[in-house]
């Protein structure tokens, strides 16, 4: 059972790379092997609609045939029996560099068909968790949660199974005195950070626990 987590945050030790952190503890906890891949350490573009993956008989046919550093990650990923994705929410979606490896990881698992169909090999699950500043009411505002939702969908129609954890209202500075940042009250963040987010991080392990008990 090998559960292999991607972070999508620039920071390694913060909000997101702690909670996937807490996540591979989970599934560890059940005896998995597990693996954290920092996307921030590695040089890759999104895809580059070469479409060598949608081409008739072609080598690379459901497979993307870019060569760079997210290659052998993607090659490494088809034997994972979980994948957990991490992104911290930036301007209401994902980070820039997990979009990009969403799109170098789905689009050559799914067909141009109609109905479109998967062409992973297997039925696995899939884990999004997300970090942001925003609270619940300022997700429903802002329509975040339908980025959520078809993030859902789409991980559900590719890898068979997916679910979100979503960390609300993170502690985002190291020293709130030392930024202009007058629209957060560091107090509350803090409480927050100290109250909740060990909270969220529980969730986090749970998901893990649960991933290396079973498959999609
Ligand atoms: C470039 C940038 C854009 C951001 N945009 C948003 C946003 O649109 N909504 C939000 O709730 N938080 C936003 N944030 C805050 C981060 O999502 C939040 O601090 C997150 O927990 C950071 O994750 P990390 O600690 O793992 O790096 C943004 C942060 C940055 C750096």
Redesign the pocket.
Known sequence: MKVMAF?G???KK?????LLEKALEGAASQGAETELIHLYDLAFKGCVSCFACKTKGGLSYGRCAVKDDLAPILKKGEAADSVIL????????V?GEMRSFMERLMFPNMTYTDPPQSLFPKKINTGFIY????TPE??ER?G?DQHIVLNERLLQMIFGASESLL??D???FKDYSKVVADRFDPEKKAKRRKEIFPEDCGKAFDMGVRFAEKNG
Do not use: K
């Not at 991490?86 to 979606?93: D, V």
């Not at 970090?131 to 925003?134: I, L």
């Open positions: 972070n945050s620039p920071r913060w909000n997101t790379a702690t991490g992104s911290p929410i930036y301007y209401g979606t980070s970090t942001m500043n925003a300022d997700m802002f975040l960390s609300f993170t502690y985002q």
